[in-house]
T-cell receptor, first 114, second 113 residues
């Protein structure tokens, strides 16, 4: 099973709403990632978790708050987003964070901020 | 400055024909190079991964090549099918942070019947 599952597939929210994106993998991977992808652009790394601890924050605004409840789950909490935050949010996982580790991506959550 | 450049930006081919996509990179030190296929609105799916010592790797009708000396890679699609219509992204791992992938902007391939 090489599946990374993301929910919901689509999300529409207002600028005052609080919502969460969820990501789950059962491959025993110890590294998990959040990416943001705008249309026709490559994914941009947001956060990296290694062994359930946040190891990398790519200077992401605090309105995005990641959480890793356990080794299989990764959440992204959203609060007071802006319309420019509308994008495809991708979760990925890999065995480790270095070298040859292949990142497996989920199908993404399409987020629209009104 | 993007350290991974892909060409062409887009191409249209007829079903059954072959095509080749190019990727040039400047990421250093180099760890590995991957080609991903991304359907519209979906997450990228890994096609191939190559390290410094590998020159070619195949995955069905997809064949990737790597010249680590010239820092160039290509992805060849043989006997294209309608389902090959997607964006193909060249991704290089290495540099000062091995965890951070350098993504190309992708080549959009459209296969027409």
């Amino acid at each position: 099973d090489t599946e990374v599952t993301q929910t919901p597939k689509h999300l529409v929210m207002g600028m005052t709403n609080k919502k969460s994106l969820k990501c789950e993998q059962h491959m025993g991977h110890r590294a998990m990632y959040w990416y943001k992808q705008k249309a026709k652009k490559p994914p941009e790394l947001m956060f990296v978790y290694s062994y359930e601890k946040l190891s990398i924050n790519e200077s992401v605004p605090s309105r995005f708050s990641p959480e890793c409840p356990n080794s299989s789950l990764l959440n992204l909490h959203l609060h007071a987003l802006q319309p420019e935050d509308s994008a495809l949010y991708l979760c990925a996982s890999s065995q480790g964070t270095g070298g040859i580790n292949i990142q497996y991506f989920g199908a993404g959550t399409r987020l629209s901020v009104l | 400055k993007n350290q991974v450049e892909q060409s062409p930006q887009s191409l249209i081919i007829l079903e059954g024909k072959n095509c080749t996509l190019q990727c040039n990179y400047t990421v250093s030190p180099f760890s590995n190079l991957r080609w991903y296929k991304q359907d519209t609105g979906r997450g990228p799916v890994s096609l191939t991964i190559m390290t410094f010592s590998e020159n070619t790797k195949s995955n069905g009708r997809y064949t990737a090549t790597l010249d680590a000396d010239t820092k160039q890679s290509s992805l060849h699609i043989t006997a294209s099918q309608l389902s090959d219509s997607a964006s193909y992204i060249c991704v290089v791992s290495g540099g000062s942070n091995d965890y951070k992938l350098s993504f190309g902007a992708g080549t959009t391939v459209t296969v027409r019947a």
